[in-house]
């Protein structure tokens, strides 16, 4: 396997989310989903009324975890990077959208016990509604905060190597900066098997395109080199020169660590009725 150079990077602020955490958030995301499909079909108010209660409280509960993740990648040096911006960004879309999901079935729950299916139907539709491709997002979240790390990773490995900027900087595309970024950690794993199928393998919240990385191999930005014992599979790196150019291509930070305001307005307070168990 490809060493994983990134492993020895000093973070100087507390780390941001975890690929765990947007794998957990991203799992809670469809449970709801499918919870709130599911109430729609089911048949009088009292017999929907114990099921919303508890769909209402796992939703409240995720998004209790979407504000969290937001309030952890905003401590975090997400905020140095115009990639870890951007995930702070998708990660404030989310809480919002969870918070604004997990009130509308809070009030459906209020109109089913007064008997009002047909409010509480329209209430279910609008929550569904928030919740629409909020779990492509959590991948998006990865993917920006891959990049993050990436371009961390470039700028100690060009201080480690004494890479300064070089003056024949190789010009790249936007997708081909991203590609750059995401492989720039070293734990890149390139996959060529039968009947001609080619993908990255590793890292998986990766969202390189192969023929991003044959562009950059062809420009000598990266490199594939095989790895013993298993066959049609090549270990990815960036070459002092892919180094350079991510760093020399990268947009320029926004300048110090500005502020993210990681509070959502209009949270939902759990109730005496309302269950907190997934």
């Given at each position: 396997?490809?060493?994983?150079?990134?492993?020895?990077?000093?973070?100087?602020?507390?780390?941001?989310?975890?690929?765990?955490?947007?794998?957990?958030?991203?799992?809670?995301?469809?449970?709801?989903?499918?919870?709130?499909?599911?109430?729609?079909?089911?048949?009088?108010?009292?017999?929907?009324?114990?099921?919303?209660?508890?769909?209402?409280?796992?939703?409240?509960?995720?998004?209790?975890?979407?504000?969290?993740?937001?309030?952890?990648?905003?401590l975090s040096d997400a905020?140095?990077?115009?990639?870890?911006?951007?995930?702070?960004?998708?990660?404030?879309?989310?809480?919002?959208?969870?918070?604004?999901?997990?009130?509308?079935?809070?009030?459906?729950?209020?109109?089913?016990?007064?008997?009002?299916?047909?409010?509480?139907?329209?209430l279910l539709e609008q929550?569904?509604?928030?919740?629409?491709?909020?779990?492509?997002?959590?991948?998006?979240?990865?993917?920006?905060?891959?990049?993050?790390?990436?371009?961390?990773?470039?700028?100690?490995?060009?201080?480690?190597?004494?890479?300064?900027?070089?003056?024949?900087?190789?010009?790249?595309?936007?997708?081909?900066?991203?590609?750059?970024?995401?492989?720039?950690?070293?734990?890149?794993?390139?996959?060529?098997?039968?009947?001609?199928?080619?993908?990255?393998?590793?890292?998986?919240?990766?969202?390189?395109?192969?023929?991003?990385?044959?562009?950059?191999?062809?420009?000598?930005?990266?490199?594939?080199?095989?790895?013993?014992?298993?066959?049609?599979?090549?270990?990815?790196?960036?070459?002092?020169?892919?180094?350079?150019?991510?760093?020399?291509?990268?947009?320029?930070?926004?300048?110090?660590?500005p502020a993210v305001t990681?509070?959502?307005?209009?949270?939902?307070?759990?109730?005496?009725?309302?269950?907190?168990?997934?």
């Open positions: 396997m490809p060493i994983k150079e990134f492993s020895s990077l000093t973070r100087p602020y507390p780390l941001g989310p975890s690929g765990e955490e947007l794998w957990a958030l991203t799992r809670y995301l469809l449970a709801s989903g499918n919870q709130l499909d599911d109430l729609k079909r089911r048949g009088t108010a009292p017999e929907r009324l114990q099921d919303a209660v508890r769909a209402g409280g796992a939703l409240h509960q995720t998004s209790l975890h979407a504000a969290g993740l937001l309030a952890k990648a905003a905020t140095t990077t115009v990639d870890g911006l951007a995930a702070v960004s998708l990660l404030r879309r989310l809480a919002e959208a969870t918070t604004s999901a997990a009130l509308r079935a809070a009030e459906s729950i209020a109109a089913l016990a007064h008997g009002d299916t047909s409010t509480a139907d329209r929550a569904r509604v928030h919740l629409h491709r909020t779990p492509v997002t959590c991948q998006e979240v990865g993917s920006a905060l891959l990049r993050h790390d990436g371009y961390l990773y470039a700028q100690a490995r060009a201080a480690r190597e004494n890479l300064g900027p070089s003056g024949g900087t190789v010009k790249v595309s936007e997708a081909q900066r991203k590609g750059l970024a995401s492989l720039a950690r070293g734990d890149g794993v390139f996959r060529e098997a039968r009947h001609s199928l080619r993908e990255l393998e590793s890292p998986l919240n990766a969202s390189v395109r192969t023929a991003t990385i044959d562009a950059l191999a062809a420009k000598k930005l990266l490199t594939l080199t095989p790895l013993a014992g298993q066959q049609g599979r090549s270990a990815i790196r960036l070459t002092s020169a892919g180094i350079q150019t991510l760093l020399a291509a990268s947009p320029p930070k926004p300048g110090g660590r990681t509070s959502v307005p209009n949270a939902p307070r759990p109730t005496a009725r309302t269950s907190t168990r997934r």
